[in-house]
């Protein structure tokens, strides 16, 4: 029997809550993040981590606003750089642990409410990486 769990709308939907944007050290940002949202931002991408990111091991992340939020965000629940969000804003919740742990998926829905849980394992694999593998070929171009 054909599994009614196809695509990605079938097991997400942003519910725009907002979060996920919400507290220390969640944002990582690539080279790439950077320099795509010092463009979007006509900001100086050399200054840009000293203004906009914290550190978080060996990694940077975004810095929070006072209300503790991403320093991107707006109190209208907005992505203010939606168009160039990091990388690991756009994929989620399509990250490649849950190609090889699908169980941390329902995990995670505890504090998103836009993932459906109980999806088959399987499906929820399946999914996932074919969400992934898009989101990959259209950040390479
Ligand atoms: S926590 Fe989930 S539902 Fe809420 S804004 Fe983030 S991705 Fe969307
Ligand atoms: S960059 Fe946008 S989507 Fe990502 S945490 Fe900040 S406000 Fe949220």
Redesign the pocket.
């Known amino acids: 029997m054909d599994s009614e769990f196809k695509t990605c709308d079938d097991i997400f939907e942003c519910q725009l809550c907002g979060d996920?944007?919400n507290g220390f050290g969640?944002?990582y940002v690539t080279r790439q993040d950077i320099i795509n949202i010092s463009i979007y931002i006509n900001f100086d991408p050399k200054k840009f981590i000293g203004r906009y990111c914290d550190t978080s091991g060996s990694r940077y992340v975004?810095t929070l606003g006072k209300d503790g939020c991403?320093i991107?965000?707006d109190k209208n629940k907005h992505?203010?750089?939606?168009p160039v969000?990091?990388y690991m804003?756009k994929a989620w919740p399509f990250i490649q642990t849950i190609i090889k742990y699908p169980e941390n998926w329902d995990a995670m829905a505890n504090s998103c409410p836009g993932m459906k849980k109980d999806i088959p394992y399987k499906d929820l694999q399946k999914i996932v990486a074919m969400e992934k593998e898009g989101l990959d070929k259209s950040s390479r171009t």
């Open positions: 996920c944007c969640g944002t975004l991403c991107f965000f992505c203010t750089i939606h969000k990091p804003c």
